[in-house]
C-alpha cells in the first residue's frame, strides 16, 4: 500500500534506536521502498528515512507492527523534506 499523508499515522510511535553503528530499529515503518546492501529506503509516519551504509540486511520486517531491524556498517540515517514526498525523495537518490 503506497504512502498517503492523509491516510498517515502520526499519532503511531516513532523511534530509532542505533546501537554501535551496526544496529538499527525503527518503528512507526508503514512501507519499505527499496534496499540493497548499501542503502534501505522507508516511509515512516514522520516521513521518508534512508540508511546508508554498508553490508547491509534487514534482519526483521514487520508492517503489521511497523517495526524494522536492520544489521550492518551504518554510515547515515537521513531524512527527506516534508512528509512522505516520494518525488523528491527518488529524485534524490538518482542525481
Same mark, same amino acid.
Given at each position: 500500500? $503506497?504512502?498517503? +499523508?492523509?491516510? !498517515?499515522?502520526? *499519532? !503511531?510511535?516513532?523511534?530509532?534506536?542505533?546501537?554501535?553503528? &551496526? /544496529?538499527?530499529?525503527? %518503528?512507526?515503518? &508503514?512501507?519499505? +521502498?527499496?534496499? *540493497?546492501?548499501?542503502?534501505?529506503?522507508?516511509?515512516?509516519?514522520?516521513?521518508?528515512?534512508?540508511? /546508508?551504509?554498508?553490508?547491509?540486511?534487514?534482519?526483521?520486517? %514487520?508492517?503489521?507492527?511497523? *517495526?524494522?531491524?536492520? &544489521?550492518?556498517?551504518? *554510515?547515515?540515517?537521513?531524512?527527506? +523534506?516534508?512528509?512522505? &514526498?516520494? $518525488?523528491?525523495?527518488?529524485?534524490?537518490?538518482?542525481?
Amino acid at each position: 500500500m $503506497p504512502f498517503d +499523508e492523509k491516510n !498517515a499515522r502520526m *499519532d !503511531a510511535p516513532h523511534h530509532l534506536i542505533l546501537e554501535d553503528r &551496526e /544496529r538499527l530499529t525503527v %518503528s512507526g515503518v &508503514e512501507e519499505v +521502498e527499496s534496499f *540493497d546492501e548499501n542503502t534501505i529506503v522507508m516511509v515512516t509516519c514522520q516521513g521518508a528515512l534512508v540508511v /546508508r551504509g554498508e553490508g547491509l540486511h534487514i534482519e526483521k520486517l %514487520s508492517l503489521d507492527g511497523g *517495526d524494522l531491524k536492520v &544489521e550492518g556498517a551504518i *554510515d547515515a540515517l537521513m531524512y527527506e +523534506e516534508g512528509r512522505g &514526498e516520494k $518525488p523528491g525523495l527518488l529524485a534524490r537518490l538518482f542525481r
